[in-house]
């Protein structure tokens, strides 16, 4: 008879983050005959993830927080301990630092194998920093270990080793790619004439909103009509709306802030643009190219793996606003290139990045482990 693996999945997530929708998509396409999961997440201090457990219950997903009261992880490790022994957990399966940290105390004493999910780092600040670098260095005892992208295997510790550590692509649902309101309102910003150029992400700096505006600086010299919108919210978002207005760009950009539907925006789109220095594999590349958009992005981390250059899209270098710019200009004018690159663009994510491919690997590692669980 064979073993329907028990696995705990502890995440840590506030809102509908990218790793968050790979993991609601595992447990909306997984099958119960070949593995039960549990979604863990965190109250931290009395405060609920409201907004991630408010994507959750859309989605019939139930969740169960675990509760850290002050800053220590002791009691977390000791409930999710708890949980493992009363639900007879056989894997736990971790997205984030503090998942990590109780996933390693969890395989020694439990005895039960990790599963650890590196979606990519930010290098915000350096509390950022060392959680990854500390991170980096917990994954190595893992069992395995997932990565978002090739790229990332020269960044982590171990990452050559490919029994251990595997490559899993984001995927994305073709009929349903990003979340919209449904109320058919027009969003505040979309309003006016004019091509709309929009880019979706936290304003951090290592996403290179930035260089987007400064690139558009340069695009509006030639297109007079074209419109930004940035959709997001994050450290960045006064520097940017300082340099916006260095620009004279006034009336040009809007900053819409963060939202649940950015949906709304990215269907209205003419162009979708991802300036980032730095990235795992960017969920808003598979869904504009899921909506059939034209996409400009740089060419780092594993924006390549999914984007290959005038084939579903234009790569430019990062750090480079007027090659960003020049792209731009480039599919704003010609439009049977957009349309044939967005075209292809679609095709190579149903071909490609389906939930049901990656479910099928994820549910394939759990029987590998719990078939040699000192299999490492």
Same mark, same amino acid.
């Given at each position: 008879m064979v #073993?329907?693996?028990?696995? #705990?999945?502890?995440i840590a997530a506030r809102s *509908?983050?990218?790793? %968050?929708?790979?993991?609601?998509?595992? *447990?909306?396409?997984?099958?119960?005959?070949?593995?039960?999961?549990?979604?863990?997440?965190f109250r931290s201090n009395g405060r609920e993830p409201s907004l991630f457990l408010d994507a959750a219950r859309a989605s019939n997903i139930q969740v169960t927080l675990l509760n850290q009261q002050g800053k220590s992880y002791l009691s977390l490790m000791r409930q999710a301990a708890d949980e493992v022994r009363s639900r007879h957990i056989d894997i736990v399966q971790t997205h984030g630092f503090k998942p990590s940290v109780i996933g390693l105390y969890l395989k020694y004493r439990c005895r039960i194998p990790w599963i650890c999910f590196m979606h990519g780092t930010t290098a915000e600040n350096i509390k950022v920093r060392l959680y990854d670098f500390i991170n980096n260095c917990s994954q190595l005892f893992a069992d395995r270990v997932m990565l978002v992208a090739r790229a990332q295997r020269r960044k982590i510790f171990g990452g050559k080793n490919r029994q251990r550590v595997r490559v899993l692509h984001n995927a994305i649902e073709t009929?349903?790619?990003?979340r919209l309101s449904g109320n058919g309102a027009t969003p505040d910003g979309v309003t006016g004439t004019g091509r709309l150029v929009v880019a979706v992400g936290r304003l951090s700096p290592e996403k290179g909103f930035d260089l987007l505006i400064d690139?558009?600086?340069?695009?509006?010299s030639l297109l007079p009509d074209i419109r930004l919108i940035i959709v997001g919210d994050g450290q960045e $978002?006064?520097? *940017?709306?300082? *340099?916006?207005?260095?620009?004279?760009? %006034?009336?040009?950009?809007?900053f819409a802030?963060?939202?649940?539907?950015?949906?709304?925006? #990215?269907? $209205?789109?003419?162009?979708?643009?991802?300036?980032? $220095?730095?990235?795992?594999?960017?969920?808003?590349?598979?869904?504009? #190219?899921?909506?059939?958009?034209?996409?400009?992005?740089?060419?780092?981390?594993?924006?390549?793996?999914?984007i290959r250059h005038q084939r579903e899209g234009l790569l430019v270098p990062p750090e480079k606003s007027a090659a960003l710019a020049a792209a731009m200009?480039?599919?704003?004018?010609?439009?049977?290139l957009a349309e044939k690159l967005a075209a292809n663009g679609f095709e190579r994510v149903c071909r490609h990045f389906s939930p049901q491919r990656r479910t099928a690997r994820i549910v394939d590692t759990y029987h590998e482990l719990v078939a040699s669980p000192k299999n490492s």
């Open positions: #073993m329907i693996p028990r696995v #705990m999945i502890i *509908l983050t990218g790793p %968050a929708k790979g993991v609601f998509q595992l *447990l909306t396409h997984v099958d119960a005959n070949e593995a039960v999961c549990h979604l863990f997440a009929g349903s790619p990003v690139a558009f600086a340069e695009a509006v $978002r006064d520097n *940017l709306q300082v *340099l916006a207005n260095g620009h004279r760009l %006034a009336g040009r950009i809007y802030g963060y939202t649940e539907t950015p949906g709304d925006y #990215m269907t $209205r789109a003419d162009l979708i643009v991802l300036p980032s $220095r730095s990235e795992g594999i960017p969920n808003v590349a598979l869904e504009a #190219m899921a909506l059939a958009k034209p996409v400009v992005a740089t060419r780092v981390g594993g924006t390549p793996e999914v200009v480039e599919l704003l004018e010609n439009k049977p």
